[in-house]
């Protein structure tokens, strides 16, 4: 059984570091290609940053120069370093895997997904 557990997600304040972890079971973690989407209330759950088996990684405009995506394929965990965080980041945050060569942007390319973990930016 697959399974994708985030963890860090938590209350900071603007301009705060935070750095989200998703660990994996149950999948060759090396062969998948990962992301990060995030969903704020009311909106459509959108891909934040992904990275492929070889490294390459993929970083929407509003975070390119603040968030940092990594893996540890030894520890079959993904990380999502986030700083200058702003209230705009507030989101729901999941990891996602997706058997495949490239960074996907759509919900639907990915096989598997965590639960979410709650990142909230406010003063």
């Known amino acids: 059984q697959v399974r994708l557990v985030e963890s860090g997600g938590r209350l900071v304040q603007p301009g705060d570091s935070i750095r989200l972890s998703c660990t994996a079971s149950g999948l060759s973690f090396e062969n998948y290609v990962l992301g990060w989407f995030r969903q704020a209330p009311g909106e459509e759950r959108v891909l934040v940053a992904g990275?492929?088996?070889?490294?390459?990684?993929f970083y929407r405009d509003s975070v390119k120069d603040r968030f940092v995506i990594s893996r540890d394929n030894a520890k079959s965990t993904l990380y999502l370093q986030m700083n200058f965080l702003s209230p705009t980041d507030t989101a729901v945050y999941f990891c996602?895997?997706?058997?495949?060569?490239?960074?996907?942007?759509?919900?639907?390319?990915?096989?598997?997904w965590g639960q979410g973990t709650q990142v909230t930016v406010s003063s």
């Open positions: 990275i492929r088996k070889t490294g390459t990684t």
């Open positions: 996602a895997a997706r058997w495949g060569a490239t960074v996907a942007h759509e919900v639907n390319e990915y096989d598997y």
